[in-house]
């Protein structure tokens, strides 16, 4: 088969995949127990109190840099402390406001990377499993068989062959197009793999719950270096989206998405959330070389944020509400899916009426009409609220990224949509950084360009055609 119909092939089952997971979703309009709801500020800090006074913990900060969720206030004081040496006192703000609602650990320590769009991210994750010493695990939504699916299974043979423990969990429905030769091939070889809430019911190891599913695109090396953000193990991210490499075939439109690199202290909660994760599944029990707490490689301040169905937190919609919440300067949101509830879209509008510069960085085109139209359903509100919206065109946008006040940072798998927030187990990183920030507006510019603002004048006057269908798509938010 020539290289374009194996990418043609691919496309094909992709598409294919996200059909059967809309069509999926539609048949649980009946089997859904109710709908869960999003909790307020209020709500949240009240919680976060409760976790902390709840544990039990050593009053001393742990040694390897990480700040335990009751003491997070006392972490935070070496970090004001520098704060006040240079006068940052927006981020000591938002520190303190964030760590209000978070129930896990803020890390001192750290120093973050980041990356933009497939071919730079893969290099550098492929790197970092090639000299693995000890051990690997990786969590993803969609692991295709392809070019790249392929580059990582030869890649964590090799290093299984060398001892590397190995561990692969991989959502059912997002990659339900691989085939299951592909990870009999990785099983053969001594790879522990984990399939998150199986599809087909014959494989559930616990309650069939098939409408959460995992989101998260994590990857963590000997415990010491660290990968999160939006991009899957897929070659349709084959193509940068600011030119540097564009896409093989005539018609394929680049993807554009972001992700991190993490070292120091913040690794431990990546680690930790998969090792929750992966119990709560019943994967395979494994045996693992131990491994040492990471030491500190910089100095950014960084919380792990993970939360879901299997945990019954909304933390990081609540530290987005938050951040949006208290901003004073500016917000500017990255996102693929952007379905607010109302609570989220009347907290930037709050903020745009007070003075906040709100922009919105959205997609022009998706790999599904149903979340773009519903998100377009909010537009004219926020437009006028005075929320600046801005669409990406070359490329289709899948990055969840956030900048508030040019200090406080998100960058991860979730969307700001009810899906995300309610159905998926997420993994979001939030960096309390200025410098970090700055590359992130650096970037939001640079995808500016690319972009065409959309104004309330042109949108009151879209056609019947384009309102009917936002509509429709508005009806079923909830389960998008």
């Known amino acids: 088969?020539?290289?374009?119909?194996?990418?043609?092939?691919?496309?094909?089952?992709?598409?294919?995949?996200?059909?059967?997971?809309?069509?999926?979703?539609?048949?649980?309009?009946?089997?859904?127990?109710?709908?869960?709801?999003?909790?307020?500020?209020?709500?949240?800090?009240?919680q976060a109190v409760a976790d902390r006074s709840a544990q039990v913990h050593d009053a001393s900060v742990p040694g390897d840099g990480t700040v335990a969720p009751h003491r997070v206030r006392a972490g935070r004081a070496q970090v004001r402390a520098l704060l006040q040496r240079t006068g940052v006192s927006v981020l000591q703000q938002h520190l303190d406001d964030t760590a209000g609602v978070l129930g896990g650990p803020i890390a001192?320590?750290?120093?973050?990377?980041?990356?933009?769009?497939?071919?730079?991210?893969?290099?550098?994750?492929?790197?970092?499993?090639?000299?693995?010493?000890?051990?690997?695990?990786?969590?993803?939504?969609?692991?295709?068989?392809?070019?790249?699916?392929?580059?990582?299974?030869t890649l964590l043979i090799e290093r299984r062959r060398a001892g590397?423990?190995?561990?692969?969990?991989?959502?059912?429905?997002?990659?339900?197009?691989?085939?299951?030769?592909?990870?009999?091939?990785?099983?053969?070889?001594?790879?522990?793999?984990?399939?998150?809430?199986?599809?087909?019911?014959?494989?559930?190891?616990?309650?069939?719950?098939?409408?959460?599913?995992?989101?998260?695109?994590?990857?963590?090396?000997?415990?010491?270096?660290?990968?999160?953000?939006?991009?899957?193990?897929?070659?349709?991210?084959?193509?940068?989206?600011?030119?540097?490499?564009?896409?093989?075939?005539?018609?394929?439109?680049?993807?554009?998405?972001t992700h991190l690199e993490i070292r120091g202290p913040a690794v431990s909660q990546l680690v930790h959330s998969v090792d929750t994760l992966w119990q709560s599944q019943h994967c395979p029990v494994v045996e693992r070389p131990p491994i040492k707490p990471p030491a500190a490689a910089g100095t950014v301040a960084v919380s792990v944020v993970t939360g879901g169905p299997e945990s019954g937190r909304s933390t990081h919609y609540l530290a987005l509400l938050s951040a949006f919440t208290h901003a004073s300067a500016r917000i500017y949101i990255t996102c693929a899916y952007f379905v607010p509830d109302p609570q989220l879209a009347r907290a930037l509008i709050d903020a745009a009426q007070r003075?906040?510069?709100?922009?919105?960085?959205?997609?022009?085109?998706?790999?599904?009409?149903?979340?773009?139209?519903?998100?377009?359903?909010?537009?004219?509100?926020?437009?006028?609220?005075?929320?600046?919206?801005?669409?990406?065109?070359?490329?289709?946008?899948?990055a969840k990224t956030a900048v508030?006040?040019?200090?406080?940072s998100t960058v991860g798998s979730s969307n700001l949509d009810f899906r995300s927030f309610v159905h998926n187990e997420e993994a979001n990183v939030i960096v309390f950084d200025a410098p970090f920030a700055a590359q992130l507006e650096q970037l939001f510019d640079r995808d500016l360009e690319r972009s065409r603002e959309i104004t309330a004048s042109e949108w009151s006057n879209r056609g019947i055609a384009p309102?009917?269908?936002?509509?429709?798509?508005?009806?079923?938010?909830?389960?998008l």
């Open 404 to 408: 508030v006040d040019g200090v406080w």
């Open 1 to 46: 088969m020539s290289e374009g119909h194996q990418l043609q092939a691919i496309a094909a089952r992709r598409a294919l995949r996200l059909k059967a997971m809309r069509a999926l979703l539609g048949t649980l309009l009946l089997a859904l127990h109710g709908c869960a709801s999003l909790p307020t500020l209020e709500e949240g800090r009240a």
């Open 355 to 398: 003075g906040v510069e709100v922009r919105l960085l959205l997609p022009s085109i998706s790999d599904s009409w149903l979340p773009l139209a519903a998100g377009r359903s909010h537009y004219a509100s926020l437009l006028a609220g005075g929320v600046r919206i801005f669409e990406r065109a070359e490329a289709l946008l899948h």
């Open 108 to 153: 001192g320590g750290n120093a973050v990377r980041l990356l933009i769009d497939g071919p730079v991210t893969h290099a550098a994750m492929f790197e970092a499993i090639a000299q693995a010493k000890a051990r690997i695990d990786i969590v993803t939504y969609i692991l295709d068989d392809d070019e790249v699916g392929q580059q990582l299974a």
């Open 467 to 479: 309102r009917v269908q936002q509509w429709l798509a508005r009806q079923f938010e909830y389960l």
């Open 164 to 257: 590397v423990s190995v561990r692969l969990m991989y959502d059912s429905v997002g990659s339900m197009a691989t085939a299951n030769a592909y990870f009999e091939r990785l099983s053969s070889e001594g790879v522990s793999i984990c399939e998150f809430n199986p599809v087909n019911p014959t494989r559930v190891r616990r309650n069939w719950k098939i409408n959460n599913r995992d989101h998260r695109k994590i990857m963590v090396v000997d415990g010491s270096r660290g990968f999160a953000g939006g991009i899957n193990v897929s070659s349709v991210y084959s193509a940068g989206s600011f030119g540097a490499r564009r896409a093989r075939e005539p018609g394929q439109v680049p993807w554009r998405d």
